[in-house]
Nanobody, 123 residues
Framework: QVQLVESGGELVQPGGSLRLSCTVS????????IGWFRQAPGKERGGVSC????????YYTDSVLGRFTATRDFAKNAVQLQMNSLKPEDTAVYYC????????????????WGQGTQVSVSS
């Protein structure tokens, strides 16, 4: 059974940093493409980043490019999302999800989801 568990979300001031972790069980983290999505109140769930299963290439939505970095930790069977220079508009529930295919921005394509972790950016 594939399970994903997010952690690391909390309240942080604008300009601050956070590292989210998505711990995967049931499969090897390198066997699936792992995406990060976020959903703010009243808004649709949107893609933030994705790291491909094939070669670990990473992709980012324009609004986080240069600020967020996704990496795989094979020792922990996890994917981390390092978030720097956080802005109030980054406030959302962040989810990680797994798909047995190439990265896609459509959340409906993902087969497995974590429960989400709240990130709040406010002074």
């Amino acid at each position: 059974q594939v399970q994903l568990v997010e952690s690391g979300g909390e309240l942080v001031q604008p300009g601050g940093s956070l590292r989210l972790s998505c711990t995967v069980s049931g499969v090897n983290v390198g066997d699936y493409s792992i995406g990060w999505f976020r959903q703010a109140p009243g808004k649709e769930r949107g893609g933030v980043s994705c790291i491909t299963s094939s070669d670990g290439s990473t992709y980012y939505t324009d609004s986080v490019l240069g600020r967020f970095t996704a990496t795989r930790d094979f020792a922990k069977n996890a994917v981390q999302l390092q978030m720097n220079s956080l802005k109030p508009e980054d406030t959302a529930v962040y989810y990680c999800a797994a798909v047995d295919a190439f990265c896609t921005w459509s959340w409906k394509d993902y087969e497995y989801w974590g429960q989400g972790t709240q990130v709040s950016v406010s002074s």
